[in-house]
């Protein structure tokens, strides 16, 4: 079993080089990435291991990365601009790094003849729908950022390319996700300004967003784990924790993570019920789908981000971020 990684030096790329290269039953794992957020130190335990290969390469470059995925058997798509703010200065980056993205995935598959792809999409593509618990069949799906846009724009050239060319394609609309060597998001964000300045915290919005945490040991074994199961060409599935923590919450959390309180620490809020536009305040991801295949997960959000936080700090990871 060969296995392409697009976007696998990154955060949640690195978790699945880790967990494959586990098993035995792999034989190589390709990480092709830019390096644009993705670290050498996120898959640097595994450089002795000759089932593992590194290209630095853009995705952009069609036939690079054709001749990436030759003779492999699977693709994990997980490249794209990371940062869903960044589109309200630069419109076309969530086409140029996200939509035009998967059409090339998509199509470098169908030149090497790869016949599978599990790609990373988000929750963004249900818009903002407030205490509505979507599940998969949900519809229309109406996105309010360039991000979710992409990633629906992404699952639906990967249902086209299902029917039209046979490759099937499974696509996960993850909630936060959280964890070790994590590259951005708000528990990370809160860690590291707390870090220069423990007297005050700056927060985006009123802080009562609401969304789910989970942590990445437990959206890598939902991902292979629905790939096992696999019942139709096309499959889309949730994966959260099924429950839901504020962004004061998460605040209080980072607090105790670095022996603060709020007597040490003011928590000042921007005000709003949203951290920037496109931001969705509250996301509600239903999991009946994948609990009915058997699968849950091992934290929930408040402990997967205690985990996440925690790790920042031991493992020195935003030492490492800067230098
Ligand atoms: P990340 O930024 O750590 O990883 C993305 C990787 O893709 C990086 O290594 C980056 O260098 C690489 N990359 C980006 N553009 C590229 C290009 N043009 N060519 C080659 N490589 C490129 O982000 P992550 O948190 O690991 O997210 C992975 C995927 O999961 C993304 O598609 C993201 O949208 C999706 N996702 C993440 C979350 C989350 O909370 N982290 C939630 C939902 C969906």
Redesign the pocket.
Known sequence: MKVCV????????SHFTDRLLADAGIDLVTI????????EWHFAHHLDDQRLRVIR????DLAELTAAMDDHDLVI??????DIARAMTHPRVDFD?GTA?TFNVAEAARLAGVGEILY????GVYGDLGELEVDEDHGPLIPTST?GAS?LAGEALLSSYAAMFGISASVF??????GPR????VGFDFIRRLRRKPEVLEILGDGCQSKSYIHVDDVVEAVLAMRASRQKPFEAFNVATGDYITVTEIALLALQVLDLTEDTTELRYSGGDRGWKGDVPIVRLSTDRVRARGWSCKRNSEEALLASMRSLIDDDQLGRLTS
Not at 6 to 13: E, P
Not at 77 to 82: D, F, G, I, M, T
């Open positions: 697009v976007g696998g030096a990154g955060f949640i790329g092709y990435d830019n390096f644009s957020s993705g670290r390469a853009e995705v952009a798509h997980l490249a794209s601009n990371p790094e993205l990373a999409s988000g929750s991000y990633k609309r993850f909630g936060n996700v959280v994590q590259t951005h998001g």
